[in-house]
């Protein structure tokens, strides 16, 4: 900052002075600020090259990100396509098990509870016979 001379604060420049190069100026409205910036002692090239430079890494980045997007939803869209054929598979195969146990009666379910309790009564008794 500048030094205290003028007896001013920031050095005789308007009390809105941020940093060298830049001062203000009353105007007749007291809503407005005029802005003055000299060219003598700001250095912007630096920074507008600064600045370039994150806006390419940032374009750089949104490039990556859009990118990636459009990979995902191509990989999302080959999923659901597996998962709709998928669905009409499982709904095919249902419609010829019905189709097969009408044709050929449900007598196979009733064979299958029937050994199923066979062996669960068997199971039982051996357990009932092996305390004893």
Not at 81 to 102: H, M, P
Request: hydrophobic share 40%; net charge positive; glycine share 8%.
């Amino acid at each position: 900052m500048a030094s205290n001379t003028g007896g001013s604060f920031h050095g005789g420049a308007a009390p809105y002075r941020s940093r060298e190069g830049l001062s203000t100026r009353p105007v007749a409205s007291s809503d407005e600020i005029q802005l003055r910036i000299d060219p003598m002692h700001a250095d912007f090239d630096d920074e507008i090259t600064g600045l370039r430079s994150q806006v390419r890494k940032l374009r750089h980045v949104a490039e990556e990100i859009g990118t990636e997007a459009r990979f995902q939803q191509d990989f999302l869209n080959q999923l659901q396509l597996t998962v709709i054929k998928a669905q009409a598979g499982v709904k095919n195969n249902l419609r010829r098990l019905n189709k097969s146990i009408i044709q050929n009666g449900g007598n196979h379910i009733v064979h299958v509870v029937v050994f199923a309790l066979i062996c669960f009564f068997v199971v039982y008794l051996w357990s009932k016979m092996s305390r004893k």
